[in-house]
């Protein structure tokens, strides 16, 4: 079974994320909405499959990256997170809430063994 199929996501913490926002934008040229920065691209194998990878600052109090203490977070797409998320059980991985579903996919937290909170991402075709 494939799992990681590619990098969803960069999310951190800020001290203030709408300056931080501007700053980047204007130093780096990262275009931003109200979500942070979407890099669209094709898949590499398959280019009419498109994707997005998305980049994100949070205020400090967030409490999304609960229970993790670190100042970051990383998004993975992954392929059938219900068969890996058995997996990752089957191997005492720490799962931190519920499997969600949205209109644009499945989500799943989990702690890697340094107690980095990581997000899984089954997205929508």
């Given at each position: 079974?494939?799992?990681?199929?590619?990098?969803?996501?960069?999310?951190?913490?800020?001290?203030?994320?709408?300056?931080?926002?501007?700053?980047?934008?204007?130093n780096l040229g990262l275009p931003q909405s109200e979500y942070g920065t979407t890099f669209e691209w094709r898949d590499a194998e398959d280019t009419t499959k498109e994707g997005s990878t998305s980049?994100?600052?949070?205020?400090?109090?967030?409490?999304?990256?609960?229970?993790?203490?670190?100042?970051?977070?990383?998004?993975?797409?992954?392929?059938?997170?219900?068969?890996?998320?058995?997996?990752?059980?089957?191997?005492?991985?720490?799962?931190?809430?519920?499997?969600?579903?949205?209109?644009?996919?499945?989500?799943?937290?989990?702690?890697?063994?340094?107690?980095?909170?990581?997000?899984?991402?089954?997205?929508?075709?």
């Amino acid at each position: 079974m494939k799992k990681v199929t590619g990098l969803g996501g960069v999310f951190f913490k800020s001290d203030n994320p709408k300056a931080m926002n501007e700053w980047y934008a204007k130093n780096l040229g990262l275009p931003q909405s109200e979500y942070g920065t979407t890099f669209e691209w094709r898949d590499a194998e398959d280019t009419t499959k498109e994707g997005s990878t998305s980049w994100c600052l949070f205020p400090q109090d967030t409490k999304y990256f609960n229970p993790s203490e670190k100042q970051f977070m990383i998004n993975y797409r992954v392929e059938n997170l219900v068969e890996l998320v058995e997996e990752l059980k089957k191997e005492n991985v720490t799962i931190v809430d519920e499997l969600a579903e949205y209109d644009y996919g499945k989500f799943i937290h989990i702690l890697d063994p340094e107690g980095n909170i990581i997000e899984l991402w089954e997205p929508k075709d």
